[in-house]
């Protein structure tokens, strides 16, 4: 069997006395494609701060591809593989997309440049080829995460894990997103915290429930979907925020 990308055990985040994240236990295979879901301060974000190295945890260890990567910095994850898109949009505002792009893809080791993707082929993919020269102070903030998303995969992720991706879409780049996250999935594995269910059902894949710093259910969508306590503590809460 392909080893794990990641794994981590018995991870732990206290803010100020809170749990945010309370002893978790996360693998995540080669090429998988996970959901995390989860009310308003779950933990999700700082599962996904942990997952990265940006959030130092206070216990638990953490493993990619069996490097035992406890303490490492960001940028030490970062070169294994481990790329995160941040709730908001993180570019160079007078740089060019193309540009972007180029910078972002130039951000990993010597020896992942030399199957650095073609800019061309990802503004393809991310629909920005028409604003190639076009700077990202100029573009809408739609596009910008798109062009967001188009950065972290010039870094030829590994795992790339994506916080609320469709935050502010519409309903046509909802679609879209889904089969860019769907094309990924044969290159790498993506991790990706939704509040927005109907993306999270057009996924269709293993979903997590987060709810006080724990995991609280895993399983395939159309099961967390029917879970009794699932629906009590974030489906009930109304559509409003559901739809989100
Ligand atoms: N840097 C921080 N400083 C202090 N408290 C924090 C920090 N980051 C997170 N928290 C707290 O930790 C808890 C979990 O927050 P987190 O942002 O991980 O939740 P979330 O599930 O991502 O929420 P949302 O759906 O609103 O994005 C919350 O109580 C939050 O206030
Ligand atoms: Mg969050």
Redesign the pocket.
């Known amino acids: 069997m392909e080893r794990a990308v990641l794994e981590a055990r018995g991870l732990r985040r206290s ?2 006395g ?1 749990d ?2 309370a002893g978790v236990d996360v693998t995540i295979g080669a090429r998988e494609l996970l959901c995390v879901i ?10 996904v ?1 942990l997952l990265s190295g940006a959030v130092v945890p206070d216990a638990g260890e953490l493993h990619l591809a069996g490097t035992q990567m406890t303490g490492r910095k960001v940028h030490q994850f970062c070169r294994r593989g481990v790329v995160r898109k941040f ?1 908001g949009t993180n570019t160079f505002l007078r740089l060019s997309v193309r540009d972007n792009l180029v910078v972002a893809g130039g951000g990993v080791e010597a020896h992942r440049l030399a199957d650095m993707p073609d800019p061309d082929v990802v503004m393809e993919q991310v629909g920005l080829s028409a604003h190639a020269d076009d700077l990202a102070m100029h573009l809408p903030h739609g596009q910008r995460q798109w062009l967001e998303i188009g950065m972290a995969i010039m870094c030829r992720p590994a795992l790339l894990l994506l ?2 991706p469709a935050a502010g879409m519409s309903a046509g780049d909802t679609q879209r997103l889904v089969r860019l996250i769907h094309q990924l999935r044969g290159h790498c594995a993506v991790l990706a ?1 939704e ?1 927005d269910l109907a993306f999270v059902q057009a996924l269709g894949c293993e979903t997590w429930v ?1 709810h006080r ?1 724990q995991i609280i259910r895993r399983g395939f969508y159309g099961e967390i979907a029917c879970d009794d306590e699932v629906r009590r503590i974030y489906l009930g809460r109304g559509a409003g925020h559901a739809a989100r």
């Open positions: 803010f100020g809170i945010a994240v989860g009310p308003n301060g779950a933990g999700k974000s700082t599962l701060g709730q916080d609320e915290i509040h987060m710093g």
